[in-house]
């Protein structure tokens, strides 16, 4: 698994929407979504198998964001929408590369190759 590549992050407004990528995921691994606010851990956002039939999602984001993967083109995708000011952070996204490498888990250590963050900003 090489590294990944995150994208889609900026500033909107709060009730709005973005979709970030992630680019360079292979078909093999269960994808996670991740982001990380200014002094606070980073924390678990989404996940979603290799083969894209099983997803998972933090109870803070359930409803507003979905998380989709098309392996033709080796991207995972993460649409957030009704975004409000706390969900302002870091997001980065990373490979389950642990032992069942398609399945997510809720151990951030299972994961790796992480890319270098996109920054998310909701805020008038």
């Known amino acids: 698994q090489t590294q990944l590549v995150e994208s889609g992050g900026g500033l909107v407004q709060p009730g709005g929407s973005l979709r970030l990528s992630c680019a360079g995921s292979?078909?093999?691994?269960?994808i996670g979504w991740f982001r990380q606010a200014p002094g606070k851990e980073r924390e678990g956002v989404s996940c979603i198998s290799s083969s894209g039939r099983s997803t998972n999602y933090a109870d803070s984001v359930k409803g507003r964001f979905t998380i989709s993967r098309d392996n033709a083109k080796n991207t995972v995708y993460l649409q957030m929408n009704s975004l409000q000011p706390e969900d302002t952070a870091v997001y980065y996204c990373?490979?389950?590369?642990?032992?069942?490498?398609?399945?997510?888990?809720?151990?951030?250590?299972?994961?790796?190759?992480w890319g270098q963050g996109t920054q998310v900003t909701v805020s008038s």
């Open positions: 990373a490979a389950r590369i642990t032992i069942v490498r398609a399945l997510c888990s809720d151990d951030i250590a299972d994961f790796g190759s």
């Open positions: 292979r078909d093999y691994n269960a």
